[in-house]
T-cell receptor, first 113, second 116 residues
Framework: QKEVEQNSGPLSVPEGAIASLNCTYS??????FFWYRQYSGKSPELIMS????GDKEDGRFTAQLNKASQYVSLLIRDSQPSDSATYLC?????????????FGSGTRLSIRP | KAGVTQTPRYLIKTRGQQVTLSCSPI?????VSWYQQTPGQGLQFLFE???????NKGNFPGRFSGRQFSNSRSEMNVSTLELGDSALYLC???????????????FGPGTRLTVL
């Protein structure tokens, strides 16, 4: 079982609509959750971090965390063509005495005009 | 603040050679993590350095090694290059390291390595 799972997509959303990206994780003890955006040929760029159950909003982006169900999602409102990118979910996971950040394989999002 | 910088940005090497990549973290950040990104495997964790000590390691062969200097700059070395080592190598810096709950990683632009 993969530790952090995302639907690879592509997810196609019309401009102006809400894009919903989902991520599930396997380590119940995970406490830190991140969403990164990566444009083709570029490095990942942090969008949001979330640590507590519930919603966290930042501009057009909302991260949602449900630790009981072990999922984290990212909503993008009023989607723009510039939002077309791969979105990476990252979760911290415990390995014996150390923690490390594990990345999902990413969801490719395409916003169609 | 200046972001994470990586040099060189592009490298072409042949099989059997070795390569050294460099990463300068954001000022004040003490943790540097290295990742390999390929289309097939996604973002794979190589190792993390904090205060000149390797704190965590991924599942890569011993040909991959790294170190961190007292100014937090880090280098990664790959010896005896193989074709499969062709990838984007990303470095990420953070203030306190991956073991801290609120610690957040910021990525550099990456080094694109091509092995012929």
């Amino acid at each position: 079982q993969k530790e952090v799972e995302q639907n690879s997509g592509p997810l196609s959303v019309p401009e102006g609509a809400i894009a919903s990206l989902n991520c599930t994780y396997s380590d119940r003890g995970s406490q830190s959750f991140f969403w990164y955006r990566q444009y083709s040929g570029k490095s990942p760029e942090l969008i949001m971090s979330i640590y507590s159950n519930g919603d966290k909003e930042d501009g057009r982006f909302t991260a949602q965390l449900n630790k009981a169900s072990q999922y984290v999602s990212l909503l993008i409102r009023d989607s723009q063509p510039s939002d077309s990118a791969t979105y990476l979910c990252a979760v911290n996971a415990r390995y014996s005495s150390a923690s490390k950040i594990i990345f999902g394989s990413g969801t490719r999002l395409s916003i169609r005009p | 603040k200046a972001g994470v910088t990586q040099t060189p940005r592009y490298l072409i090497k042949t099989r059997g050679q070795q390569v050294t990549l460099s990463c300068s973290p954001i000022s004040g950040h003490r943790s540097v993590s290295w990742y390999q990104q390929t289309p097939g495997q996604g973002l794979q964790f190589l190792f993390e350095y904090f205060s000149e000590t390797q704190r965590n390691k991924g599942n890569f062969p011993g040909r991959f090694s790294g170190r961190q200097f007292s100014n937090s700059r880090s280098e990664m070395n790959v010896s005896t290059l193989e074709l499969g080592d062709s990838a984007l190598y990303l470095c990420a810096s953070s203030p306190s390291g991956q073991g801290t709950i609120t610690d957040t990683q910021y990525f550099g632009p990456g080094t694109r390595l091509t092995v012929l």
